[in-house]
């Protein structure tokens, strides 16, 4: 993934250690209950200063969110229908939040608001007044200081956050400010003066964005679980929570589906030192989950196990592989040329598989194949489909003698066939493949050999 934060290469700096940025998601502030829930959590630490806020979300299941209907509208009025329906779901939505708090101004901020999506603002302007206007209701609401996101979070024209920038920006508008401070979360402002949103879920990074800007002591991210687990409820029953986990075993973590947090998120706080400490809004007394650089790992070896189906592999054998310069570089060229990217690539003397995940294949895999038959010329090559993927993951596996010896030893007296294994040099992770088939029996037997 692109990383949308153009980072300043700053080292740790001193942080304010009282200070808390708190970020609030879309359920958090899905009804006037629930924004009175996080407005009892800011209010209940001064130490709380900064507050940064998505969209309304979905109250119940079948709910819709204000940022889809935001996109609705925009997509009317650019095929010249009349969006007023639709926006009028909207604003029912903020005036029934904004009646029972006593916020008479919302009635003026979304009729300002409709006249400009009707005018054909561009999308990125439209949609980003989700968190625009929920920052106008919970700043006047809290009898906070509003800070609009777009007069301090600086994009350059390639749509990266300028780092540098940005962190100036926002410290200087906040420097000496005793009030608390509410920004709208998803977005800023380019060089030439145009709204720039992140990708969906975005209001993540501009807390961790902020968080860097005052050197906060810990970025809060009020959600509506509480922490992490170290596996998928969904395939384990009552899974065990995780009180902590580093940044780096977040990430492994994340990329195989275990994320309540936007990818992007942790590079400003990251580089800055600054923990996430993840947190229910409607259990506020729960422990959650903290995000830190490094942790004590000699009593917790295992931070979690993760994975999900999905993949392909392409296995090619060629005799003397080893001594022909280049085929691993050709064998990743040609898969760059035809912009697909690969999860991971295994070898052994004479063999080479790469993994790539099934939508990227889709529709192109009979010309891949060729390509590597014309290109490579290899003594054989198969495509396995319908590939599961599942990590290990801890910092303290690389100090603990036997680790891929108890995975495997439970997979096997499962009876899963491992097709794939990966490590890393830094032995933070063990990546194994199984058959779909065999997805839910592999994560179940692993997580009771590590955890249970």
Known sequence: ?????????????????????????????????????????????????FVVVSAPGKRTSDDKKITDLLYLCHSLVQQGLNSAFAFDVIRERYMSIADKLDVPE???????????????????????????????????????????????????????????????????????????????????????????????????????????????????????VSGLLMADPRLIKNPKPIAEVTYREQRELSYMGATVLHDEAVFPV???????????????????????????????????????????????????????????????????????????????????SVVIRADFLEGREDQVVLDIKNILNPDRIEVLHDLALIATVGEGMSNKIGMAGKLFAALGEAGVNIRMIDQGASEINIIIGVIGADFEKAMQSIYSAFVE
């Open 1 to 49: 993934m692109v990383r949308e934060i153009a980072g300043d290469g700053a080292s740790p700096l001193s942080l304010n250690s009282n200070t808390i940025v708190c970020k609030f998601g879309g359920t958090s502030l899905a009804d006037a209950d629930q924004i009175r829930k996080a407005a009892a959590i800011v209010q209940s630490d001064s130490n709380r200063r």
């Open 106 to 224: 919302m009635f003026d901020w979304l009729r300002d608001v409709q006249i400009q999506i009707a005018s054909g603002a561009d999308s990125d302007w439209v949609a980003s007044r989700g968190e625009y206007l929920n920052g106008r209701l919970i700043a006047r609401f809290l009898g906070a200081r509003f800070v609009d996101a777009e007069d301090v979070v600086v994009f350059g024209l390639d749509g990266k956050v300028r780092a540098s920038e940005t962190y100036a920006r926002i410290a200087a508008t906040v420097e000496n400010e005793n009030n608390i401070v509410v920004i709208p979360g998803f977005y800023g402002k380019d060089l030439a003066g145009k709204v720039r949103c992140f990708s969906r879920g975005g209001s993540d990074i501009t807390g961790a964005i902020v968080a860097r800007a005052v050197l906060a002591g810990v970025y809060e991210n009020w959600t509506d």
């Open 270 to 352: 990251r580089e800055a030192g600054i923990p996430i400490h993840i947190r229910n809004t409607n259990d506020p007394a729960a422990p959650g989950t903290r995000i830190v650089t490094t942790r004590d790992s000699s009593n917790s070896t295992l931070v979690g196990v993760a994975g999900h189906k999905g993949f392909v592999t392409i296995f090619t054998e060629k005799a003397l592989m080893n001594g022909e310069v280049g085929y691993g570089r050709r064998m990743l060229e040609l898969l760059e040329a035809r912009g697909i990217p690969y999860e991971h690539a295994p070898t052994s003397i004479d063999t080479m």
